[in-house]
Every structure is written in structure tokens, then in C-alpha cells.
Nanobody, 121 residues
Framework: QVQLVESGGGLVQAGGSLRLSCAASGRTVSSMSWFRQAPGKEREFVAAISWSSIIDYADSVKGRFTISRDNAKNTVYLQMNSLKPEDTAVYYC?????????????????WGQGTQVTVSS
């Protein structure tokens, strides 16, 4: 059983930055991702990173968000810069079923509890 615990969410003004962290309870060689879900909307892919640091981003966050991982600490990070009000959502960390990064929710078997990010205009 793998547990994922997110932290780092909060309230920030537009243009500001936040750094999210996701700590896994055990060693994982799977790809890891961040998703987000805004009120009344479906959960959507944000960014993914493989064990070997192959990275994929949603078009909406390219150039603003950076995903990284520290395999020694079993932790994945999401640095979010130039935040916009439309980035407001609950952000979830997820572990992929395999090594390959995927944008599909069905490709993930463990999820964190989520952390709220609110960007004010």
C-alpha cells in the first residue's frame, strides 16, 4: 500500500508562486503526476515525470509550472509560477501503474488527498 501526502497549497495573488510537494510512503519507481480539479469541472492532467525524469505538461501550464522529483526522498514537487485565477483548484498527486508517463486518469492507482490552491485576481 502506497500513501501519498501533498502539501504546499494556499492562497496567492495572481502572478505569484507556490511549490507543492508530494511525499510517498515508500520507494516508487513509477511515474508520478499532478492533476487538478476545479469546482464543477472534471479532474485534469497537469504534469507528469518518470523515474528517469522524462516530463510531460498540459498545454495550459507549459512555461509556468515545473515538475521535479527527488528519488532519494520519494518526493515529487510542482513549482508553480505566474499563477492565474484559472489555476484555482484542488491539486492531487498520483502514482502511475507503470513506468511510462500518461495523461489518463485510468493510468494511476494511488492518489493523495489533495491540496487546495486558490489564486485571487
Amino acid at each position: 500500500q502506497v500513501q501519498l501526502v501533498e502539501s504546499g497549497g494556499g492562497l496567492v495573488q495572481a502572478g505569484g508562486s507556490l511549490r507543492l510537494s508530494c511525499a510517498a510512503s515508500g520507494r516508487t519507481v513509477s511515474s508520478m503526476s499532478w492533476f487538478r480539479q476545479a469546482p464543477g469541472k472534471e479532474r485534469e492532467f497537469v504534469a507528469a515525470i518518470s523515474w528517469s525524469s522524462i516530463i510531460d505538461y498540459a498545454d495550459s501550464v507549459k512555461g509556468r509550472f515545473t515538475i521535479s522529483r527527488d528519488n532519494a526522498k520519494n518526493t515529487v514537487y510542482l513549482q508553480m509560477n505566474s499563477l492565474k485565477p484559472e489555476d484555482t483548484a484542488v491539486y492531487y498527486c498520483a502514482r502511475a501503474r507503470g513506468y511510462i508517463t500518461t495523461t489518463r486518469i485510468e493510468g494511476y492507482d494511488y492518489w493523495g488527498q489533495g491540496t487546495q490552491v486558490t489564486v485571487s485576481s
